[in-house]
């Protein structure tokens, strides 16, 4: 369960993110966790909305792209 802190300080990120990008889509953003997510590199959240560097997506989604790619083997690759 998500606690309404944690919810209101998503949705305030997720504001920010949106005006941000709103006023110049080549601009960069900001992670919740500080760092600046360039256009090429921002990975936004389906159900939350929420824009992630690399790292922080890769805890969000629940996986690291080397875990991912290791149980998404392409066949013939191993
Ligand atoms: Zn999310
Ligand atoms: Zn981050």
Same mark, same amino acid.
């Given at each position: 369960? $998500? %606690?309404?802190?944690?919810?209101? %300080?998503?949705? /305030? ?14 601009k /960069?953003?900001?992670? %919740? ?7 090429l ?7 939350? %909305?929420e ?6 997506a890769?805890?969000?989604f629940?996986?690291s792209?080397d ?6 083997? $392409?066949?013939?690759?191993?």
């Amino acid at each position: 369960m $998500v %606690s309404a802190e944690e919810w209101q %300080s998503k949705l /305030n990120t997720v504001y920010q993110q949106t005006k941000d990008i709103k006023r110049n889509p080549n601009k /960069n953003t900001r992670c %919740s966790c500080g760092h600046y997510i360039t256009p090429l590199n921002s990975y936004r959240c389906l159900y939350c %909305s929420e824009i992630y560097c690399k790292e922080c997506a890769e805890i969000h989604f629940g996986k690291s792209v080397d875990e991912w790619r290791r149980d998404n083997p $392409v066949q013939g690759d191993e």
